[in-house]
RNA sequence: GGGCUUGUAGCUCAGGUGGUUAGAGCGCUACACUGAUAAUGUAGAGGUCCGUGGUUCGAGUCCACGCAGGCCCA
């Protein structure tokens, strides 16, 4: 473009702004408003009124018409132009690009760049059931961030969303529909049952895939993975089968929380606490014989013999498999005897019971004894030798089921805080009996059903049942304490309301139930040859948290150790249809002790996957498959096959080997680089793929882990539907836009727990409008760049290359808080950079010279150029975690059919701009022109100045060198001011001076001359020029 | 109840090894500009650093005990 053009009438930026502003009418703008005249009353000013009566006469033409005396000069200038909007309109405007980056293939054309380092963040699978919430936008908005930033930093950074897809979530809500249509799930085939929970889980990840998408998460979303692929299961049950063959899969048996209406265990997930009022009975135990003691030293009192010891337990159902009384070695007990009763009592006068002394009063006064001597303590030794009779020996009708012995066993668990001091042990039925009896060779009773009823053959009680199907409790407990009370073994009775545990699903009581299930042993050497880190599970697993991977934060660390340390043996096994078999079979008849109980047979297993790969696991169930898989090498008729799933945390924690160690775009060595999830995986994700990585792999499946807190209502109390709180990212993206929601992640400290809210929302709004508009300026002024503008750097003045200097700076900060997963940090880095830096310093010195200079000046030329850097790097670093708006405006700037800023690359670094000397001089530079800034605001605020240009003050500075350093820059066109003297000495008194910034003072002044029509600096030398009412550097500009 | 963890301006966050009047950005208020204009600039107000004890010449920073949250267990 020829430079007349630009001036002229014909210029396209003024047909454009004429285009904008039908109504625009040259002059009205700047006279409508009129022109204050203020009254001048600083007496070394020159009279303002006469400047202004001076303006006032060039302005002051008819101003109703067109026809006008003096040009309109702002036709002339280079204002900024772009169609750039300042409102983004986001929520109706994501969905096109995320469209376009459908159509242009942006995540396969990133893949096809060579020659890159893999970066794999391998996706922690979110469950397929149910629309997203917060977390999982939190969730996965971090991962992309850490693969948008990855890849633009040089690598290639794949990312494979998965699915989890197996478990009871889904075959529950199978189950309630079956319900509603008055179906019963046992009566339907399995595989029909299967298929429907596969069908309801596709169908919840097409919705979840949608809703990933829209929060602008790049990723495989045409080829994820899912646990329930035929390849997965093929490859989960691999791996389980690699357990059953190096040794660490055993079966036990061990009591679990069951649910009796769903006939069902439930993993501790699944349950939940909420109120619930039961029967508490004391039943006191008569003692039937006692050790020898003497050869301990003990003398034990033949009172004793004649004495009951009382338990408190608020499941009665659960006495008639009492098999043993637990005590504390360092609780007092103390034998009482009972003097008087009240009417009711169950109590006798002149029985005696033995008790913890702290809890004795408390006893008495619900058995409503109301009197009672203590006779005399009773020591530990002498409970030990205590042999007791089951509450039910010799009951009527019993047959002898409960004419054994129960003995008296020392146990940890046991305390005096509330109770007897005694605890009815019943090893089939709680964890503490449960240990205890492992402990002391306390037989398993085998007594209550799946549907939580006694088994039929149970005297007395068979059949009757704990809970009901509608989760209501059964006869059982009552039954119990009217049989107690006929034997007279019921010492007192009562209810109480507390925390009890409760299916998170049917809402329905649970029990602690026995049954047989398959575990991991965590600690038992492996016969698999990958001991480089340890021989057992556990071993390698604390090797590998202590030197293979880096946690961030690094707390996770000790939370992983700590969990790691202290776990115990893995149970595999779930009594579920809807997962993956534990493929393995046993011999009939066989003992789970015996070396031959497991069917161990790599030919066998080589068959199991091939099936599973060609139909998936739903012929495991299928009739005859038994005799498929052992034909010709085992007798089918000699196994039986097991029909428990795994435990859905060992399809999750398989993910690394079919979707890292199995897949085109996985790793040769099928470690990940990155696992990124919530806290709370370090007992769910974390924990199981580093059990699983060490029984199959030696080693943990990953490289880092990185742990993002929970999100929090705007008070930091946890959201809630009751009360009202949550957000939801939908609505999130409905009000306000995918961008929004993730520039609200990246402002948050994502590794401690984080708040979001209507108020918090907004805030992060309001940023985002603060940076759009600095962006969108970048792009007015870079309107028509053209590469033959470019300056070099050595060429420029110094704000350009100071400016340079805080990109070289920002590089470092940028790659190095990627890198660190540190988005916070990188985002308020480069948002203060917008805003100190650029918007109120940079941007606001050279609005002169790029709407003013002529567009050959090197001046404007090296604003351009230093802005054209500016875009590139701004508009990349950012894209991450702006992907919509950073595509907004780059393609505002660079139109194309199938370009994309996220096929680019982060500008490389260029270390010659890094110049801490000059950034060392632009402190100075700044800090005093603080001082220029703030003198002028006491000027404006007394109404004797309006805009910085109308100052041309005067800075004493006390030091010569920065004086100097003053001079060398052209320090009045940095203060925005018509003109500028620097002095050296003393300031007059009256000077303004800031505290923070000794030895500079400011005396403001008008500055002299008339101002230019064009860039309204006053100037002296205004009408002197060819253009009567401008400048020289205007004159020359308008040619 | 146990393990881990958080608490600095209205909001989001900085504040190595304890050391002068606790910082930034946003928001707010005022002013200015009206050629970034539902924008921009300048200035200002705003903090019992969760509380209480303690160590110390000196504590937001160290210790103890609490309070209020959060995650995971029991």
């Known amino acids: 473009m020829k430079r007349a053009e630009r001036f002229s009438i014909a210029n396209p930026h003024v047909q454009a702004f004429r285009a904008a502003h039908p109504n625009y009418q040259p002059g009205a703008l700047s006279s409508a408003q009129g022109r204050r005249i203020r009254a001048v009353s600083h007496p070394c000013l020159p009279p303002l009124a006469r400047i202004r009566n001076r303006l006032m006469c060039a302005d002051t033409p008819d101003l109703t018409t067109t026809d006008k005396t003096e040009p309109e000069y702002k036709d002339t200038l280079f204002l900024p132009r772009t169609g750039f909007p300042m409102r983004a309109g986001l929520p109706q405007r994501e969905p096109g690009w995320l469209e376009r980056w459908e159509r242009i293939g942006v995540y396969d054309r990133l893949r096809e760049k060579t020659g890159r380092a893999p970066f794999i963040l391998h996706d922690g699978p979110p469950y397929a059931n149910g629309h997203l919430h917060i977390g999982h936008a939190l969730n996965k908005t971090i991962k992309d961030m850490v693969v948008r930033s990855h890849q633009m930093m040089g690598h290639d950074a794949r990312y494979v969303p998965g699915w989890d897809c197996h478990g009871l979530p889904i075959e529950w809500k199978i189950e309630e529909q079956y319900r509603a249509k008055g179906l019963d799930k046992d009566a339907v085939d399995t595989i029909a049952f299967r298929q429907e929970c596969r069908r309801f889980a596709e169908e919840w990840v097409g919705i979840q895939r949608e809703e990933f998408k829209r929060l602008g998460v790049i990723g495989a979303w045409e080829n994820p993975y899912l646990t329930m692929a035929f390849h997965a299961e093929a490859v989960i049950a691999d791996e389980f089968m690699?357990?059953?063959?190096?040794?660490?899969?055993?079966?036990?048996?061990?009591?679990?929380?069951?649910?009796?209406?769903?006939?069902?265990?439930?993993?501790?997930?699944?349950?939940?606490?909420?109120?619930?009022?039961?029967?508490?009975?004391?039943?006191?135990?008569?003692?039937?014989?006692?050790?020898?003691?003497?050869?301990?030293?003990?003398?034990?009192?033949?009172?004793?013999?004649?004495?009951?010891?009382?338990?408190?337990?608020?499941?009665?159902?659960?006495?008639?498999?009492?098999?043993?009384?637990?005590?504390?070695?360092?609780?007092?007990?103390?034998?009482?005897?009972?003097?008087?009763?009240?009417?009711?009592?169950?109590?006798?006068?002149?029985?005696?019971?033995?008790?913890?002394?702290?809890?004795?009063?408390?006893?008495?006064?619900?058995?409503?004894?109301?009197?009672?001597?203590?006779?005399?303590?009773?020591?530990?030794?002498?409970?030990?030798?205590?042999?007791?009779?089951?509450?039910?020996?010799?009951?009527?009708?019993?047959?002898?089921?409960?004419?054994?012995?129960?003995?008296?066993?020392?146990?940890?668990?046991?305390?005096?805080?509330?109770?007897?001091?005694?605890?009815?042990?019943?090893?089939?039925?709680?964890?503490?009996?449960?240990?205890?009896g492992l402990k002391f060779g306390l037989p398993m009773t085998y007594n209550v059903e799946p549907d939580g009823t006694y088994r039929a053959d149970l005297p007395l009680l068979g059949g009757q049942a704990i809970i009901l199907p509608n989760g209501k409790e059964g006869p059982a407990n009552v039954s119990v304490i009217k049989a107690l009370a006929a034997t007279g073994t019921l010492f007192a009775k009562g209810k109480v309301k507390h925390s009890y545990p409760h299916s998170w699903r049917s809402k329905a009581p649970l029990?602690?139930?026995?049954?047989?299930?398959?575990?991991?042993?965590?600690?038992?050497?492996?016969?698999?040859?990958?001991?480089?880190?340890?021989?057992?599970?556990?071993?390698?697993?604390?090797?590998?948290?202590?030197?293979?991977?880096?946690?961030?934060?690094?707390?996770?660390?000790?939370?992983?150790?700590?969990?790691?340390?202290?776990?115990?043996?893995?149970?595999?096994?779930?009594?579920?249809?809807?997962?993956?078999?534990?493929?393995?079979?046993?011999?009939?008849?066989?003992?789970?002790?015996?070396?031959?109980?497991?069917?161990?047979?790599?030919?066998?297993?080589?068959?199991?996957?091939?099936?599973?790969?060609?139909?998936?696991?739903?012929?495991?169930?299928?009739?005859?498959?038994?005799?498929?898989?052992?034909?010709?090498?085992?007798?089918?008729?000699?196994?039986?096959?097991?029909?428990?799933?795994?435990?859905?945390?060992?399809?999750?924690?398989?993910?690394?080997?079919?979707?890292?160690?199995?897949?085109?775009?996985?790793?040769?060595?099928?470690?990940?680089?990155?696992?990124?999830?919530?806290?709370?995986?370090?007992?769910?994700?974390?924990?199981?793929?580093?059990?699983?990585?060490?029984?199959?792999?030696?080693?943990?499946?990953?490289?880092?882990?990185?742990?993002?807190?929970?999100?929090?209502?705007?008070?930091?109390?946890?959201?809630?539907?009751?009360?009202?709180?949550?957000?939801?990212?939908?609505?999130?993206?409905?009000?306000?836009?995918?961008?929004?929601?993730?520039?609200?992640?990246?402002?948050?400290?994502?590794?401690?727990?984080?708040?979001?809210?209507?108020?918090?929302?907004?805030?992060?709004?309001?940023?985002?409008?603060?940076?759009?508009?600095?962006?969108?300026?970048?792009?007015?002024?870079?309107?028509?760049?053209?590469?033959?503008?470019?300056?070099?750097?050595?060429?420029?003045?110094?704000?350009?290359?100071?400016?340079?200097?805080?990109?070289?700076?920002?590089?470092?900060?940028?790659?190095?808080?990627?890198?660190?997963?540190?988005?916070?940090?990188?985002?308020?880095?480069?948002?203060?950079?917008?805003?100190?830096?650029?918007?109120?310093?940079?941007?606001?010195i050279r609005k002169d010279s790029l709407y003013c200079d002529a567009a050959t000046d090197p001046r404007r030329r090296a604003a351009r150029t230093v802005m054209d850097l500016l875009f590139h790097r701004l508009v990349t670093w950012l894209a991450p975690i702006l992907p919509f708006t950073m595509e907004e405006v780059w393609l505002d700037r660079f139109p194309s059919e199938n370009g994309s800023v996220h096929l680019e690359d982060f500008p490389r670094a260029e270390g010659a701009w890094f110049d801490p000397e000059l950034a060392l001089r632009w402190e100075t530079i700044r800090r005093v022109r603080r001082v220029v800034t703030g003198a002028l605001e006491v000027e404006r605020r007394e109404k004797r100045i309006g805009a910085s240009l109308d100052a041309a003050p005067t800075v004493y500075v006390a030091e010569p060198e920065t004086a100097a350093l003053l001079a060398s820059v052209p320090f009045d066109e940095i203060c925005i001011t018509s003109g500028l003297a620097v002095e050296t000495g003393a300031a007059p008194d009256g000077a303004f001076a800031l505290d923070d910034t000794p030895g500079v003072a400011v005396v403001p002044r008008l500055a002299p001359g008339g101002k230019c029509a064009r860039c309204w600096r006053i100037l002296p030398d205004v009408g002197t020029h060819a253009h009567a009412a401008t400048c020289a550097r205007c004159d020359e500009a308008l040619g």
């Open 242 to 436: 690699k357990f059953l063959m190096n040794g660490a899969l055993y079966r036990g048996s061990k009591p679990v929380m069951w649910s009796p209406v769903e006939k069902t265990a439930l993993a501790e997930a699944e349950v939940e606490y909420h109120d619930h009022t039961s029967h508490t009975i004391w039943v006191p135990f008569a003692v039937v014989s006692a050790s020898d003691f003497e050869n301990n030293g003990a003398c034990l009192g033949a009172d004793l013999l004649s004495a009951r010891v009382v338990i408190w337990t608020t499941t009665p159902w659960t006495i008639p498999q009492n098999r043993a009384v637990a005590f504390s070695e360092t609780i007092a007990y103390a034998l009482y005897c009972v003097t008087e009763t009240a009417e009711n009592s169950a109590a006798k006068p002149g029985e005696t019971v033995i008790l913890a002394e702290k809890l004795a009063d408390e006893v008495f006064r619900a058995a409503k004894v109301t009197g009672y001597d203590k006779l005399r303590s009773v020591s530990p030794d002498e409970l030990r030798a205590l042999t007791l009779a089951h509450p039910f020996r010799g009951i009527e009708g019993g047959s002898g089921e409960w004419d054994y012995d129960v003995p008296m066993l020392p146990g940890e668990h046991v305390t005096d805080d509330a109770g007897t001091g005694f605890v009815h042990t019943a090893p089939s039925h709680g964890d503490d009996d449960y240990q205890l």
């Open 511 to 844: 029990i602690f139930r026995n049954t047989p299930q398959w575990f991991a042993a965590i600690d038992r050497p492996l016969d698999d040859g990958l001991d480089a880190h340890g021989a057992t599970i556990r071993e390698r697993a604390l090797a590998s948290i202590d030197e293979l991977v880096k946690f961030t934060p690094v707390s996770g660390q000790n939370r992983l150790r700590s969990m790691m340390q202290t776990r115990p043996d893995w149970v595999l096994s779930r009594q579920r249809a809807w997962g993956v078999p534990l493929t393995c079979f046993v011999r009939k008849g066989a003992k789970p002790e015996d070396v031959d109980f497991l069917l161990r047979d790599e030919q066998v297993n080589a068959r199991i996957v091939r099936a599973f790969e060609a139909e998936g696991a739903d012929v495991w169930y299928r009739p005859g498959f038994k005799g498929e898989i052992l034909a010709g090498l085992h007798d089918p008729e000699a196994y039986e096959q097991i029909f428990d799933v795994l435990d859905v945390w060992f399809d999750s924690g398989s993910t690394h080997a079919f979707v890292l160690r199995d897949r085109a775009d996985g790793v040769p060595d099928g470690i990940a680089d990155v696992y990124l999830e919530g806290t709370d995986q370090h007992r769910g994700w974390f924990h199981s793929s580093m059990l699983q990585g060490c029984g199959t792999m030696g080693r943990a499946p990953y490289r880092n882990v990185v742990t993002h807190g929970f999100t929090l209502d705007e008070k930091g109390m946890k959201m809630s539907k009751s009360l009202g709180n949550t957000v939801v990212p939908a609505e999130v993206i409905k009000q306000y836009g995918a961008d929004i929601l993730r520039l609200w992640v990246a402002q948050a400290d994502y590794s401690v727990d984080q708040r979001i809210g209507p108020e918090i929302l907004k805030g992060t709004a309001d940023s985002y409008r603060r940076l759009r508009n600095t962006l969108r300026f970048l792009l007015g002024s870079l309107a028509d760049f053209d590469e033959s503008e470019r300056v070099p750097a050595a060429e420029m003045p110094e704000l350009e290359r100071f400016i340079l200097h805080r990109l070289a700076e920002l590089d470092g900060i940028v790659r190095d808080g990627y890198a660190r997963f540190d988005f916070q940090h990188v985002f308020q880095q480069l948002f203060q950079f917008c805003t100190v830096d650029l918007s109120s310093l940079y941007f606001d």
